[in-house]
């Protein structure tokens, strides 16, 4: 079956401008997660969510980041005011979760964004 | 709060051989589970082996083993027969009932031919 999907795969924008990253978890996954890597770094836990609410909202790292979901599928990310401190790969994954923070997590391509 | 290092920031080994990569991590929990992804240069993060932390048995899968020491908070992957596609950076991770993945900085694996 189909995995993880991300769009766009590369962003290019002006700091000061918003930009909507996209993901589109496994079908059936209820889990759906949000990380981003900056160049040569590990994996930076941004929130998580359980259907459609983000119990965790702890690693959003500023009040620029917000997240939604809508529908218990599809993810936004959305970065306002864009600043070239953000510029990284936003990486998103998503797993079973039948109640158990023990289920794999299958991550997609990623968001590649530069912010110029 | 819960850490995972790796402390080898680039490791190679000859095609055919075996190579161990290195992580540590430090948790209060009881109940967690590990993990080794491999991020090969097209940026998909692929899962290689996990581990649950209540299992003494080494999880293994194909040519990946680990070495997973619970007292010493140590979980170190071996990769035998070592091949070409192993190239990649190599991330170890752990996960408890918080539901964040905790990463470690990840070890970039050269396969010389």
């Known amino acids: 079956g189909a995995g993880v999907s991300q769009s766009p795969s590369n962003k290019v924008t002006e700091k000061g401008k918003d930009v909507e990253l996209r993901c589109d978890p496994i079908s059936g996954h209820t889990a759906l997660y949000w990380y981003r890597q900056s160049l040569g770094q590990g994996l930076e836990f941004l929130i998580y969510f359980q259907g459609n609410s983000a119990p965790d909202k702890s690693g959003l790292p500023s009040d620029r980041f917000s997240a939604e979901r809508t529908g218990g599928s599809v993810s936004t990310l959305t970065i306002q005011r864009t600043q070239q401190e953000d510029s990284a790969v936003y990486l998103c994954?998503?797993?079973?979760?039948?109640?158990?923070?023990?289920?794999?997590?299958?991550f997609g391509p990623g968001t590649r964004l530069l912010v110029l | 709060a819960q850490t995972v290092t790796q402390s080898q920031p680039e490791m190679s080994v000859q095609e055919a051989e075996t190579v161990t990569l290195s992580c540590t991590y430090d948790t209060s929990e009881s109940d967690y589970y590990l993990f080794w992804y491999k991020q090969p240069p097209s940026r998909q993060m692929i899962l290689v082996i996990r581990q649950e932390a209540y299992k003494q048995q080494n999880a293994t899968e194909n040519r990946f083993s680990v070495n997973f020491q619970k007292a010493a908070k140590s979980f170190s992957l071996k990769i035998s027969d070592s091949q070409l596609g192993d190239a990649a950076m190599y991330f170890c991770?752990?996960?408890?009932?918080?539901?964040?993945?905790?990463w470690g900085a990840g070890t970039k694996l050269i396969i010389k031919p």
């Open positions: 991770a752990y996960v408890d009932s918080n539901y964040q993945l905790i």
């Open positions: 994954a998503s797993s079973l979760a039948s109640g158990g923070f023990q289920e794999t997590q299958y």
